[in-house]
Protein backbone atom coordinates (compact mmCIF):
# COMPACT_ATOMS: atom_id res chain seq x y z
CA UNK A 1 0.00 0.00 0.00
CA UNK A 2 1.34 3.35 -0.80
CA UNK A 3 1.51 6.72 1.51
CA UNK A 4 -1.44 7.92 -0.96
CA UNK A 5 -3.56 4.77 -0.20
CA UNK A 6 -3.63 4.68 3.25
CA UNK A 7 -6.39 5.57 5.55
CA UNK A 8 -5.98 8.93 6.66
CA UNK A 9 -5.13 9.91 10.07
CA UNK A 10 -8.17 11.81 12.41
CA UNK A 11 -6.64 15.22 13.00
CA UNK A 12 -6.98 14.94 16.89
CA UNK A 13 -6.05 18.34 18.57
CA UNK A 14 -5.77 18.51 22.10
CA UNK A 15 -6.10 21.49 24.64
CA UNK A 16 -3.75 21.05 27.38
CA UNK A 17 -0.42 19.30 28.31
CA UNK A 18 -0.87 15.80 28.99
CA UNK A 19 1.52 13.30 30.44
CA UNK A 20 4.39 12.61 28.16
CA UNK A 21 3.53 8.69 27.39
CA UNK A 22 0.64 9.65 26.35
CA UNK A 23 1.11 11.94 24.26
CA UNK A 24 4.01 10.35 22.52
CA UNK A 25 1.42 7.59 21.62
CA UNK A 26 -1.33 9.96 20.27
CA UNK A 27 1.52 11.31 18.14
CA UNK A 28 2.45 7.89 16.85
CA UNK A 29 -1.29 6.57 16.10
CA UNK A 30 -2.88 9.75 14.86
CA UNK A 31 -2.50 13.42 13.60
CA UNK A 32 -1.86 14.98 16.66
CA UNK A 33 -1.66 18.79 17.72
CA UNK A 34 -0.33 19.01 21.67
CA UNK A 35 -0.54 21.59 23.92
CA UNK A 36 3.12 21.71 24.81
CA UNK A 37 3.38 25.06 26.82
CA UNK A 38 0.35 24.14 28.62
CA UNK A 39 -1.71 27.54 28.03
CA UNK A 40 -5.12 27.34 28.16
CA UNK A 41 -7.28 27.43 25.00
CA UNK A 42 -8.85 30.56 24.93
CA UNK A 43 -12.17 31.07 23.01
CA UNK A 44 -10.50 32.10 19.20
CA UNK A 45 -8.25 28.81 19.93
CA UNK A 46 -11.06 26.59 20.73
CA UNK A 47 -13.38 27.95 17.64
CA UNK A 48 -10.39 27.03 15.35
CA UNK A 49 -9.46 23.72 16.72
CA UNK A 50 -13.46 22.51 16.73
CA UNK A 51 -13.31 23.94 13.27
CA UNK A 52 -9.95 21.69 11.91
CA UNK A 53 -10.32 18.75 14.39
CA UNK A 54 -11.61 15.14 13.43
CA UNK A 55 -11.53 14.57 17.22
CA UNK A 56 -10.71 17.22 20.43
CA UNK A 57 -9.79 16.36 23.14
CA UNK A 58 -10.22 18.77 26.31
CA UNK A 59 -10.40 18.64 29.87
CA UNK A 60 -12.45 19.92 32.63
CA UNK A 61 -11.41 24.04 32.15
CA UNK A 62 -12.67 23.81 28.82
CA UNK A 63 -15.80 24.94 28.32
CA UNK A 64 -17.81 22.91 25.12
CA UNK A 65 -20.93 24.84 24.81
CA UNK A 66 -23.63 24.87 21.72
CA UNK A 67 -22.05 28.04 20.68
CA UNK A 68 -18.59 26.57 20.25
CA UNK A 69 -20.18 23.70 18.76
CA UNK A 70 -22.30 25.36 16.12
CA UNK A 71 -18.40 26.13 14.86
CA UNK A 72 -17.29 22.99 14.33
CA UNK A 73 -16.20 21.64 11.01
CA UNK A 74 -17.33 18.85 9.37
CA UNK A 75 -14.76 17.04 10.72
CA UNK A 76 -15.40 16.98 14.39
CA UNK A 77 -17.13 13.33 15.37
CA UNK A 78 -15.61 12.56 18.12
CA UNK A 79 -14.82 14.85 21.39
CA UNK A 80 -12.93 12.40 23.66
CA UNK A 81 -12.85 14.15 27.08
CA UNK A 82 -9.88 13.65 29.39
CA UNK A 83 -11.92 13.67 32.27
CA UNK A 84 -14.77 11.67 33.81
CA UNK A 85 -16.96 14.77 34.35
CA UNK A 86 -18.53 16.22 31.51
CA UNK A 87 -20.75 19.38 32.68
CA UNK A 88 -18.56 21.30 30.89
CA UNK A 89 -19.55 19.73 27.67
CA UNK A 90 -23.07 20.15 25.79
CA UNK A 91 -23.89 16.83 25.35
CA UNK A 92 -27.21 17.69 23.88
CA UNK A 93 -25.96 20.45 21.22
CA UNK A 94 -22.93 17.47 20.68
CA UNK A 95 -25.93 14.93 19.98
CA UNK A 96 -27.63 17.33 17.43
CA UNK A 97 -24.44 18.19 15.68
CA UNK A 98 -23.84 14.03 15.54
CA UNK A 99 -20.69 14.36 17.55
CA UNK A 100 -20.11 11.45 20.01
CA UNK A 101 -18.85 12.63 23.30
CA UNK A 102 -16.67 10.42 25.49
CA UNK A 103 -14.93 10.52 29.03
CA UNK A 104 -12.76 8.39 31.27
CA UNK A 105 -14.75 6.36 33.85
CA UNK A 106 -13.86 3.98 36.41
CA UNK A 107 -9.85 4.72 36.56
CA UNK A 108 -10.07 7.84 38.94
CA UNK A 109 -12.58 6.40 41.52
CA UNK A 110 -9.70 5.43 44.25
CA UNK A 111 -7.63 8.46 44.18
CA UNK A 112 -11.10 10.65 44.82
CA UNK A 113 -12.07 8.06 47.39
CA UNK A 114 -8.77 8.16 48.73
CA UNK A 115 -8.69 12.24 48.98
CA UNK A 116 -12.40 12.00 50.23
CA UNK A 117 -11.49 9.84 53.33
CA UNK A 118 -8.63 12.43 54.04
CA UNK A 119 -10.71 15.36 54.28
CA UNK A 120 -13.11 13.34 56.28
CA UNK A 121 -10.47 12.40 58.65
CA UNK A 122 -8.91 16.25 58.46
CA UNK A 123 -11.82 18.71 59.14
CA UNK A 124 -12.80 16.99 62.05
CA UNK A 125 -9.33 16.78 63.61
CA UNK A 126 -7.80 19.80 62.66
CA UNK A 127 -5.40 18.58 60.85
CA UNK A 128 -5.15 21.49 58.68
CA UNK A 129 -4.95 24.15 61.33
CA UNK A 130 -2.24 21.65 62.98
CA UNK A 131 -0.14 22.25 60.26
CA UNK A 132 -0.49 26.00 59.88
CA UNK A 133 0.27 26.29 63.89
CA UNK A 134 3.46 24.38 63.17
CA UNK A 135 4.51 26.69 60.37
CA UNK A 136 3.83 30.09 61.96
CA UNK A 137 5.70 28.71 65.24
CA UNK A 138 2.60 29.38 67.17
CA UNK A 139 2.81 25.59 68.73
CA UNK A 140 4.11 26.04 72.70
CA UNK A 141 3.50 22.27 73.42
CA UNK A 142 1.37 19.63 74.02
CA UNK A 143 -1.57 20.45 76.53
CA UNK A 144 -4.51 18.34 77.50
CA UNK A 145 -7.12 20.55 75.91
CA UNK A 146 -5.41 21.81 73.19
CA UNK A 147 -6.91 21.68 69.62
CA UNK A 148 -9.39 19.20 70.67
CA UNK A 149 -10.96 17.34 67.21
CA UNK A 150 -13.73 14.90 67.13
CA UNK A 151 -13.21 11.12 66.32
CA UNK A 152 -15.29 10.11 63.59
CA UNK A 153 -15.04 6.02 64.45
CA UNK A 154 -19.29 5.65 65.60
CA UNK A 155 -20.36 8.36 63.44
CA UNK A 156 -22.94 8.63 60.57
CA UNK A 157 -21.85 9.27 57.03
CA UNK A 158 -24.35 10.35 54.66
CA UNK A 159 -23.31 9.80 50.85
CA UNK A 160 -24.69 11.56 47.80
CA UNK A 161 -24.55 9.86 44.77
CA UNK A 162 -23.84 6.09 45.27
CA UNK A 163 -22.03 5.25 42.00
CA UNK A 164 -18.27 3.95 41.74
CA UNK A 165 -17.02 6.58 43.56
CA UNK A 166 -19.79 6.51 46.58
CA UNK A 167 -19.26 3.15 46.95
CA UNK A 168 -15.19 3.03 47.03
CA UNK A 169 -15.72 5.67 49.91
CA UNK A 170 -18.34 3.77 51.70
CA UNK A 171 -16.10 1.23 51.84
CA UNK A 172 -13.52 2.72 53.40
CA UNK A 173 -15.76 4.14 55.63
CA UNK A 174 -16.52 0.90 57.23
CA UNK A 175 -13.35 0.16 57.61
CA UNK A 176 -12.63 3.54 59.56
CA UNK A 177 -16.28 2.58 61.60
CA UNK A 178 -18.29 5.37 60.11
CA UNK A 179 -21.94 4.32 59.53
CA UNK A 180 -23.19 4.29 56.13
CA UNK A 181 -25.95 6.13 54.80
CA UNK A 182 -26.91 7.51 51.22
CA UNK A 183 -29.29 9.31 49.20
CA UNK A 184 -29.25 8.09 44.85
CA UNK A 185 -31.94 8.82 42.68
CA UNK A 186 -31.58 4.73 41.93
CA UNK A 187 -31.28 2.64 45.25
CA UNK A 188 -28.46 -0.14 45.00
CA UNK A 189 -29.03 -3.70 44.52
CA UNK A 190 -29.81 -5.29 48.39
CA UNK A 191 -26.53 -7.78 47.75
CA UNK A 192 -24.37 -4.50 47.82
CA UNK A 193 -26.55 -2.35 50.05
CA UNK A 194 -25.35 -5.39 52.63
CA UNK A 195 -21.95 -5.73 51.57
CA UNK A 196 -21.07 -1.79 52.56
CA UNK A 197 -23.94 -2.08 55.50
CA UNK A 198 -25.25 0.65 53.42
CA UNK A 199 -28.91 2.62 54.37
CA UNK A 200 -30.48 4.52 51.78
CA UNK A 201 -32.73 7.19 51.81
CA UNK A 202 -35.35 7.96 49.31
CA UNK A 203 -35.54 11.71 50.18
CA UNK A 204 -32.42 13.63 50.08
CA UNK A 205 -33.58 15.84 52.82
CA UNK A 206 -34.25 13.17 55.75
CA UNK A 207 -30.86 12.17 54.84
CA UNK A 208 -28.60 15.31 55.82
CA UNK A 209 -30.97 16.60 58.45
CA UNK A 210 -29.69 13.14 60.11
CA UNK A 211 -25.95 12.27 59.44
CA UNK A 212 -22.74 13.56 60.65
CA UNK A 213 -20.85 14.08 58.01
CA UNK A 214 -21.77 14.65 54.39
CA UNK A 215 -20.06 13.39 51.51
CA UNK A 216 -20.94 14.55 47.85
CA UNK A 217 -20.17 12.21 44.62
CA UNK A 218 -22.85 13.20 42.11
CA UNK A 219 -22.07 14.76 38.89
CA UNK A 220 -22.77 18.24 37.88
CA UNK A 221 -25.87 18.70 35.84
CA UNK A 222 -28.87 20.80 35.68
CA UNK A 223 -30.28 18.86 38.23
CA UNK A 224 -27.81 18.76 40.97
CA UNK A 225 -26.78 22.46 40.48
CA UNK A 226 -26.71 24.38 43.88
CA UNK A 227 -28.34 20.69 45.17
CA UNK A 228 -26.95 21.90 48.47
CA UNK A 229 -28.54 25.17 48.91
CA UNK A 230 -29.41 27.11 51.51
CA UNK A 231 -32.62 25.68 52.86
CA UNK A 232 -30.81 22.23 53.06
CA UNK A 233 -28.10 23.59 55.09
CA UNK A 234 -30.26 24.55 57.27
CA UNK A 235 -31.47 21.03 57.59
CA UNK A 236 -28.18 19.99 58.52
CA UNK A 237 -27.02 19.78 62.62
CA UNK A 238 -24.50 21.85 64.01
CA UNK A 239 -22.06 19.41 64.44
CA UNK A 240 -21.89 18.19 60.48
CA UNK A 241 -19.29 18.32 58.24
CA UNK A 242 -19.87 18.90 54.80
CA UNK A 243 -17.05 17.27 52.43
CA UNK A 244 -17.15 18.16 48.43
CA UNK A 245 -14.90 16.11 46.03
CA UNK A 246 -17.16 16.28 43.05
CA UNK A 247 -17.95 19.68 41.43
CA UNK A 248 -18.14 23.17 43.08
CA UNK A 249 -21.19 23.91 41.44
CA UNK A 250 -23.37 21.27 43.56
CA UNK A 251 -23.19 23.73 46.38
CA UNK A 252 -24.50 27.12 46.40
CA UNK A 253 -20.96 28.43 47.81
CA UNK A 254 -22.13 31.81 48.96
CA UNK A 255 -24.72 29.95 51.06
CA UNK A 256 -22.11 27.75 52.65
CA UNK A 257 -19.96 30.65 53.94
CA UNK A 258 -22.92 31.88 55.17
CA UNK A 259 -23.80 28.92 57.01
CA UNK A 260 -20.12 28.35 58.36
CA UNK A 261 -19.94 32.39 59.27
CA UNK A 262 -23.23 31.64 61.40
CA UNK A 263 -21.68 28.17 62.67
CA UNK A 264 -24.83 26.27 61.59
CA UNK A 265 -22.04 24.31 60.77
CA UNK A 266 -19.00 22.87 62.01
CA UNK A 267 -16.87 22.82 58.94
CA UNK A 268 -16.10 21.90 55.29
CA UNK A 269 -13.48 19.82 53.39
CA UNK A 270 -13.48 21.22 49.49
CA UNK A 271 -11.41 20.31 46.57
CA UNK A 272 -13.54 21.71 44.34
CA UNK A 273 -14.66 25.61 44.31
CA UNK A 274 -17.94 26.93 42.46
CA UNK A 275 -15.98 29.72 40.13
CA UNK A 276 -12.47 27.72 40.72
CA UNK A 277 -9.33 28.71 39.85
CA UNK A 278 -11.03 31.49 42.12
CA UNK A 279 -11.45 30.76 46.11
CA UNK A 280 -13.72 32.90 47.85
CA UNK A 281 -11.57 34.72 50.20
CA UNK A 282 -13.68 34.49 53.12
CA UNK A 283 -12.88 30.64 52.85
CA UNK A 284 -9.45 31.04 53.19
CA UNK A 285 -10.08 33.02 56.47
CA UNK A 286 -11.96 29.83 58.23
CA UNK A 287 -9.60 27.44 60.42
CA UNK A 288 -12.74 25.13 59.95
CA UNK A 289 -12.47 24.37 56.35
CA UNK A 290 -9.70 22.48 54.70
CA UNK A 291 -8.99 23.39 51.12
CA UNK A 292 -7.13 21.96 48.54
CA UNK A 293 -6.38 22.68 44.58
CA UNK A 294 -8.87 20.24 42.79
CA UNK A 295 -6.51 17.38 43.54
CA UNK A 296 -8.84 14.33 43.97
CA UNK A 297 -7.50 12.20 40.39
CA UNK A 298 -4.24 13.98 40.69
CA UNK A 299 -2.06 10.82 40.93
CA UNK A 300 0.34 9.51 38.09
CA UNK A 301 -1.41 6.30 38.00
CA UNK A 302 -4.49 8.21 37.26
CA UNK A 303 -3.41 10.68 34.52
CA UNK A 304 -1.96 7.72 32.90
CA UNK A 305 -5.13 5.55 32.99
CA UNK A 306 -7.24 8.29 31.59
CA UNK A 307 -4.77 8.93 28.89
CA UNK A 308 -4.96 5.52 27.86
CA UNK A 309 -9.30 5.84 28.12
CA UNK A 310 -8.76 8.11 25.99
CA UNK A 311 -6.68 6.82 23.18
CA UNK A 312 -8.95 3.77 23.52
CA UNK A 313 -11.77 5.16 22.59
CA UNK A 314 -9.70 7.28 19.37
CA UNK A 315 -8.50 4.38 18.29
CA UNK A 316 -12.09 2.50 18.48
CA UNK A 317 -13.92 5.43 17.09
CA UNK A 318 -11.89 5.58 14.16
CA UNK A 319 -12.17 2.12 13.23
CA UNK A 320 -15.49 2.66 12.98
CA UNK A 321 -17.23 1.30 16.09
CA UNK A 322 -18.99 3.04 18.97
CA UNK A 323 -16.27 3.86 21.82
CA UNK A 324 -16.65 1.89 24.99
CA UNK A 325 -17.07 5.06 27.35
CA UNK A 326 -19.79 6.86 25.11
CA UNK A 327 -21.30 9.63 27.70
CA UNK A 328 -24.98 9.10 28.42
CA UNK A 329 -26.79 11.58 30.07
CA UNK A 330 -28.02 11.51 34.04
CA UNK A 331 -26.77 10.49 37.01
CA UNK A 332 -26.82 7.47 39.04
Known sequence: MTASERPR?????VTRRLPESVETRLAELFDVELNLDDTPFDAARLADAVARADVLVPTLTDEIDGALLDKAGAGLR??????????????????RRGIIVTNTPGVLTEDTADMTMGLILSVPRRLAE??????????QGWSPCHMLGHRITGKRLGIIGMGRIGQAVAARARAFG???????????????????????????????SRVDIISIHCPHTPDTHHLINAERLRLMQRHVYLIN???GEVVDEAALIDALQD???????????????????????????VLLPHLGSATFEGRLAMGEKVIANIRVWSDGHRPPDQVLEGWA
Open 9 to 13: RPKVI
Open 78 to 95: LVANFGNGTDHIDLQAAR
Open 130 to 139: GVRLILDGGW
Open 178 to 208: LAVHYHNRRRLPEAVERGLEATWWPTLDAMV
Open 245 to 247: TAR
Open 263 to 289: QRIAGAGLDVFEHEPAVDSRLLAMPNV
